[in-house]
């Protein structure tokens, strides 16, 4: 039997990539996104291939979804809530708006797909959710806390979840990329800091610059969609998969290095021997 997958965030980046490689593989992929109308594969003439709107901030938009791919594959065995962006910057710079656009994405738009597919999967009593989190759902980095407080929110709720759901067969897994070369550092990211505030702009300049070259040399969204395919397959409980060498190497630091030692490791990479106090 074809095995249903579908992906929340899909029009580009890790989303993309991760539909691409299970259609490649055989599976029905129903790949959501905010504008379906103008994606490339939108017309896409393969019955095994279903392009249609999903926004995790409008609920109606996430049932309509759910019920599409359900008449046309009849079940879905995976389901990845992929979707968000980084807000990043000084946190005293945020606006109302901007906090609230990061959270309602990142977190409630996730909690929103996710109690949407959980009936389906009590109902045919299996399945496998994949939270798309991030290396910044275990370690931080400056200019992220509001980014950082959503990923921590992920895998909390994802290892409480899956307590849960465990005994009704259906699986949690939690995605933690590295650096990635996607518009997670463009079109879907979101910057505050005010320039007024003059006492953070030599740290910020300074940190701004290292993270464009962390993004310029960051692995490519595959590397991240063969993980998902890895955690997709996989019949053990196991909760969390690093995605990239730099998660990989990171994570493993953060938990071998004491807070202090590892503090001062982040402030020299990323700020240099700019005011490490």
């Not at 979804?65 to 979707?83: F, T």
């Not at 969204?221 to 190497?249: F, H, M, N, Q, T």
Request: hydrophobic share 35%; with cysteine.
């Amino acid at each position: 039997m074809t095995k249903t997958i579908l992906i929340t965030g899909a029009s580009t980046g890790i989303g993309q990539a991760t539909a691409e490689w299970f259609f490649e593989r055989g599976w029905n992929v129903a790949a959501t996104m905010r504008s379906p109308e103008s994606h490339p594969a939108a017309d896409r003439s393969d019955s095994r291939w279903l392009t249609c709107r999903l926004d995790v901030t409008d609920p109606k938009s996430i049932a309509s979804a759910l019920q599409e791919a359900l008449s046309r594959y009849g079940r879905i065995d995976v389901w990845v809530n992929n979707a968000g962006y980084g807000l990043s910057g000084t946190l005293e710079s945020a606006t109302e708006q901007q906090i609230q656009r990061q959270f309602d994405t990142n977190v409630f738009g996730l909690i929103r797909c996710t109690q949407a597919i959980l009936p389906h999967f009590r109902n045919q009593k299996s399945g496998t959710l994949i939270n798309v989190s991030s290396m910044g759902g275990r370690l931080t980095f400056p200019l992220y806390s509001l980014y950082h407080a959503t990923k921590w929110a992920v895998e909390g709720l994802s290892e409480s979840l899956q307590f849960e759901v465990r005994p009704l067969n259906i699986r949690v897994k939690i995605i933690e990329p590295g650096p990635i070369r996607t518009d997670f550092y463009d079109r879907s990211a979101d910057f505050c800091h005010n320039r007024g505030f003059t006492e953070y702009n030599e740290l910020v300049d300074q940190a701004v610059r290292t993270y464009q070259k962390a993004g310029e040399h960051g692995q490519p969204p595959e590397v991240v969609a063969r993980v998902i395919w890895k955690a997709a397959r996989d019949r053990s409980w196991k909760l969390r998969y690093p995605a990239g060498r730099d998660a990989r190497i990171l994570l493993t630091l953060r938990s071998l290095l004491p807070n202090r030692l590892y503090q001062a490791v982040v402030r020299s990479q990323v700020f240099g021997r700019t005011r490490l106090r």
